[in-house]
């Protein structure tokens, strides 16, 4: 399986704040990479996919680059409803696996 | 509005079965593949296992952790897709959440998640 690890995985930033949480695979896996945002309580939500893409109705603040093994999510400017966990996932395999989450926190 | 709903969740002493089932509605079901992911209470997401659609010939992959153990199905007519466990562990103890998907897709819609525990 590929396993995918996720850098910090906790982060601590204010408001405004520019945030970036790392997410490398352990081979290739061309673009086939999203991340989601959980808040307690509830499901994941799709936030990028095929690395970059913003899903609809996502705010543009979120952005997603990279390629090969190495991938971000960069929060442009924080805001409160970003408090949450994020996670990042491959699906560039028959089996699937995700990262195990970066939690972003109020500091 | 797409939704899917789980049920089926509840308490099962180890070595038990149990039956979960996901309800779809708002989209065409037949056209997608469907997913189970878990996650255990405060902790990560574990993706399970899928199904594909009719085009895919139904074909089915599970993660190696459930492997023999568990069985996706779906009835397209009843937009409805299941999970069959078997032989159940204390570390299968998790919120189990349904999920659309597509080849080389993402998980764009998720249920609220159904609870399954395993104890003695």
Known sequence: DIQMTQSPSTLSASVGD??????????????NLAWYQQKPGKAPKLLIY?????ES???????????????TLTISSLQPDDFATYYCQQCDSYSLTFGGGT???IK | EVQLVESGGGLVQPGGSLRLSCAASGFSF????????????GKGLEWVGRTRNKANSYSTEYAASVKGRF????DDSKK?????????????????????????????????????????
């Not at chain 2, 897709?81 to 078997?86: E, I, S």
């Open chain 2, 71 to 74: 069985t996706i199905s779906r």
């Open chain 1, 57 to 71: 109705g996502v705010p543009s603040r979120f952005s997603g680059s990279g390629s090969g093994t190495e991938f």
């Open chain 1, 18 to 31: 520019r945030v970036t949480i790392t997410c490398r695979a352990s081979q290739t896996i061309s673009n």
């Open chain 1, 50 to 54: 095929k690395t970059s893409t913003l």
């Open chain 1, 103 to 105: 939690k972003v926190e």
């Open chain 2, 80 to 120: 409805s897709m299941y999970l069959q466990m078997n032989s159940l562990k204390t570390e299968d103890t998790a919120l189990y959440y349904c999920a659309r998907s597509g080849s080389y897709a993402p998980f764009d819609c998720w249920g609220r998640g159904t609870l399954v525990t395993v104890s003695s």
């Open chain 2, 30 to 41: 037949s056209d997608h593949y469907m997913d189970w992911v878990r996650q255990t209470p």
